[in-house]
Nanobody
Framework: QVQLDESGGGLVQPGGSLRLSCAASGRIFSNAVMGWCRQAPGKGRELLAG????????FAADSVKGRFTISRDNDKTTVYLQMNSLKPEDTAVYYC????????????????WGQGTQVTVSS
């Protein structure tokens, strides 16, 4: 069992930055791939980024490539999403996810999900 607790969401102006954090409990963390996804009102859940167990390989969706960066600290059992150059269309609930396999670039690679944190990009 893995518990995932996101934090760091909020209101930010277009062009601004936020860093989301996801604290994971449970011994699985160092053996889990981690990811971030989001869901905007009226839309499906979109996988944004994923990171390998060791943190040496990452994936980023085309919609956020070059703007969002995923990283992890296995000692702190925490995964981060640095979001830069935010746009109004980035407004959504952002979720942290964990998977027990090796793949990390597809939604089906993830079995555990956090409760989400709201990010609103507006002037």
């Amino acid at each position: 069992q893995v518990q995932l607790d996101e934090s760091g969401g909020g209101l930010v102006q277009p062009g601004g930055s936020l860093r989301l954090s996801c604290a994971a409990s449970g011994r699985i963390f160092s053996n889990a791939v981690m990811g971030w996804c989001r869901q905007a009102p009226g839309k499906g859940r979109e996988l944004l980024a994923g990171i390998s167990r060791s943190g040496d390989s990452t994936f980023a969706a085309d919609s956020v490539k070059g703007r969002f960066t995923i990283s992890r600290d296995n000692d702190k059992t925490t995964v981060y999403l640095q979001m830069n150059s935010l746009k109004p269309e980035d407004t959504a609930v952002y979720y942290c996810a964990a998977g027990s396999g090796f793949g990390y670039s597809r939604s089906y690679h993830y079995e555990y999900w956090g409760q989400g944190t709201q990010v609103t990009v507006s002037s």
